[in-house]
């Protein structure tokens, strides 16, 4: 079965770049069928979609969040990367990936997730 | 962008007993809907997608229904492990979740 596992460091200092990487395990991220997303959860609140990338490179960013965000993708290592430039303690949160499927486009697999804090 | 709202926020209920909770979308999703169930520590876990169809493994007590702007999610009798925070999500312009609702024991 398909699982997502996120990893990355958990402590970024403000105003620097936070890099994240799902590495896709039991099936193949080419496979086309699905979006592949990142999901965050500040501690306490709400979940909040970040954006996707498809298995082309083709992207899709949440509006709030565009200017900051590049998602991209390695189909040769099965695995996909957040980048979040400039960061605050704002985005201190869980974040997570998960695969969204195609109509009906839920996310049916998500990671354990990873916390990240952003301080100095 | 779509905003959800979901009431109440907290739902006291006693085990055996039914959960109704409700997601209001800020404009028409038609029935481009799901819920997620979230336990402590844990990551969300689909429910149901397409307002009413259960996602594979998830028990008959979980229903749900609606479409436009107005939906609910019900839990026919509660189980010990149904306590949780449940959220809905809009998927008919791009991703938005709503605030939650934690069900817990009374």
Do not use: H
């Not at chain 1, 997502?4 to 080419?30: D, R």
């Not at chain 1, 200017?67 to 189909?75: A, F, G, L, M, Q």
């Not at chain 2, 229904?65 to 791009?94: H, K, P, R």
């Amino acid at each position: 079965q398909v699982q997502l596992q996120e990893s990355g460091p958990g402590l970024v200092k403000p105003s620097q770049t936070l890099s994240l990487t799902c590495t896709v395990s039991g099936g193949s991220i080419s496979s086309g069928d699905y979006y592949w997303s990142w999901i965050r959860q500040p501690p306490g609140k709400g979940l909040e979609w970040i954006g996707y990338i498809y298995y082309s490179g083709s992207t899709y960013y949440n509006p709030s969040l565009k200017s900051r965000v590049t998602i991209s993708v390695d189909t040769s290592k099965n695995q996909f990367s957040l980048k979040l430039s400039s960061v605050t303690a704002a985005d201190t949160a869980v974040y997570y990936c998960a695969r969204a499927t195609m109509a009906p486009y839920a996310f049916d697999i998500w990671g354990q997730g990873t916390m990240v804090t952003v301080s100095s | 962008e779509i905003v959800m709202t979901q009431s109440p926020a907290t739902l006291s209920v006693s085990p055996g007993e039914r959960a109704t909770l409700s997601c209001r979308a800020s404009q028409s999703v038609s029935s481009n809907l799901a819920w997620y169930q979230q336990k402590p520590g844990q990551a969300p876990r689909l429910l149901i997608y397409g307002a009413s169809t259960r996602a594979t493994g998830i028990p008959a007590r979980f229903s749900g229904s609606g479409s436009g702007t107005e939906f609910t999610l019900t839990i026919s009798s509660l189980q010990s492990e149904d306590f949780a925070v449940y959220y809905c999500q809009q998927y008919n312009n791009w991703w938005t979740f709503g605030q939650g609702t934690k069900v817990e024991i009374k």
